[in-house]
């Protein structure tokens, strides 16, 4: 069996998406997506609820109905074809696990129904429970399982049938939280062994970064950007994504060009904008998006130093462990900071924002994300 | 004074369930007196004698007790098996595909409740009678069947509905064809619903008078109609021994619903 396993790791099959439209009646969800998913690959479908994540997983597995648009899947469009005639596997949110059926007959359905011999299913169902540490867990009726053994009993069944490209639709997002970081990392473990293209919808960022090869983060039934955890996390490519990921504090700001370069100005605090940025961004107004853990506070009346220091004081504090969170306010805005140091509420300080770590955007794109 | 009160409470509560016992239980205890009374005239509370005389004129295996039972049983296998070739795929049709007025067909399976069912059957057994199938069996069966849908019908698609899609699409989602995903999947997982309903069209089809009395009278005779018979004839004590034998299959239809039905198949039932 081990050695069948290995033998599959080249079953991973290329998928190619092309001006995908899907809709519900004369709803759209899916404004024309194109996108390709490499053989082996790992990719997480990330997006808060409503942005398409889903629909597009129902539409590779043939659940939903394309208006227009093609997937090919070896070398031919399977969008017109049945969800029975795609040889994709599903991982159901809800598991979808056949309460009728016993754990054998569960994982085995795929084989039986390709004609696979009895015995035959017993040693494969066998030697799948072996390698997803369920052993002897064959004549169990699946309504007698933990939520973590239910998954495990859903992923068997989908991987059973040898399934070229894997369909994980929010997988995790029914087990507490324990049980979730070892599924992650046993999804991905088995995806890596077996070598199949799997697709992973999810809305917990840090489950599709800690799983995924790549993220397509959506929004709207558009993709918005597409890139490895890293790219995505570090260089969003629009206010939406800088956001999605995570950086929720935005601060208005000024740019203004000059000769010698272009300075940014936010209330009575400026700063040089590194060369970087320079011709990427327009004078006038923008916004910066930053995570919690990007400023510091300092002392009122620190010195600049090449980074913003706005005035401020300390509206609240929180201690979620490791370092304090504060809700710092300025004259413009009101930013969560977190820093190591304990602050009395009401303290003036200076709010440092190192430049480099701003994510900044013309206001009026940014203008989308609000 | 404490204690009164709720003394008072406890007698008031014994009293209204004596109340609710006697109304429940009181005739069906009159049934089973009448069934082993062999003499019982007024003045007299009670039988004068008692005895198992008209149990063994019912069961006598010659009796018209058990002929009529044998008809009863076998028009209600008829009965159930019309109603539910009839009531899966409806049942499935209502459930799951977008029908164009869906609620129009439900309220459709509903109609022949609308009406008084007298006034209906007559205009059938006229009918019957020129297509020649007055009374015979098939006759009956089709005025079962009819009168049945109505709850088949329904409870069909209570217990399709309440079958998750996803199991479904999980089925297709590896392999299997629309067809096969019905038989192993949709229809072994609706098949609780299913049962209830047949056993539900068993019991109707059993218990029916009215359209039996207008169709199939006289030459087919089912329990009721001896029940019918009896009574009219002044013959008490084969009319509570017949139906006392009419009970029992609806004291086991209930201990099966309170046993096997899914409250949420019951919650979808007209939904």
Known sequence: MRAERQQSLRSGEAISVRGLHVGYGNTRVLHGIDLDFSPGSFTALLGSSG???????????????????????????????????????????????????????NIGYGLKLRGVPKAEIAAKVAAMLEFLGLSGYEGRKVTALSGGQR?????????????????????????????????????RAIQQRL?????????????????????????????????????????????????????????????????????????????????????ALPAGRAMAYFRDDVARLDAADAPSAGDLVMAGHVAARAYPGGVYRYRVKTDDCEVTVDDATRHELGAKVGLRIPVQRLHIFPASEAGLAA | MMRLASAARATFAAAILTAFAFVLIGPLANLALWSVAERWYTPYKLPVTYGTRY???????????????????????????????????????????????????????LLPQAFPSVAIYINVARVFYQLGINGTVLGVVLVHAAHGLVYSVWIAAAAFAAVDKDLELAARNIGASPLRTFFTVTLPLAMPGII????????????????????????????????????????????????????????????????????????????
């Open chain 1, 51 to 105: 942005c398409g994540k889903t629909t597009m997983l129902r539409s590779l597995s043939g659940f939903v109905p394309v208006q227009s648009g093609s997937i090919m899947v070896g070398g031919r469009d399977v969008a017109g074809l049945p969800p029975e005639k795609r040889g994709m596997a599903m991982v159901f949110q809800s598991y979808a696990l056949w309460p009728h059926m016993t754990v054998l007959q």
């Open chain 2, 196 to 271: 209830a309903s047949g056993i539900f069209v068993f019991l109707e089809s059993l218990d029916e008078f009215t359209g039996t009395f207008f169709v199939g009278v006289p030459q087919v005779t089912t329990l009721p109609l001896l029940l019918y018979n009896a009574a009219m004839g002044g013959n008490y004590q084969v009319a509570s021994i017949t139906a006392l034998i009419l009970l029992v299959p609806s004291v086991l239809f209930m201990l099966f619903i309170e046993r096997f039905l899914r409250a949420d198949v019951l919650a979808k039932v007209g939904a």
């Open chain 2, 55 to 109: 149990w063994e004129q019912v069961f006598r295996p010659t009796g018209d007790a058990m002929a009529s039972l044998g008809t009863s049983v076998w028009i209600a296998v008829l009965t159930v098996i019309v109603a539910l070739a009839l009531s899966i795929p409806a049942g499935y049709a209502l459930a799951r595909l977008k029908l164009p007025m869906r609620a129009a067909f439900m309220v459709l399976f």
């Open chain 1, 195 to 279: 070598g199949v293209t799997a697709v992973h919808v999810t809305h917990d960022r840090e489950e599709a970064m800690t799983m995924a090869d790549r993220l397509v983060i959506m929004e709207a039934g558009r993709i918005a950007q597409v890139g490895t955890p890293e790219e995505v996390y570090d260089r969003p490519a629009s206010a939406f994504v800088a956001n999605f990921m995570g950086a929720e504090n935005i601060l208005p700001l000024r740019v203004e060009h000059s000769a010698g370069g272009a300075s940014l100005f936010a209330g009575d605090a400026a700063a040089e904008l590194p060369p970087a940025l320079r011709d």
């Open chain 1, 151 to 187: 998954q495990r009993v859903a992923l068997g069944r989908a991987l059973a049938i040898d399934p070229g490209i894997l369909l994980l639709d929010e997988p995790l997002s029914n087990l507490d939280a324990k049980i979730r970081m070892t599924m992650r990392h046993e999804i």
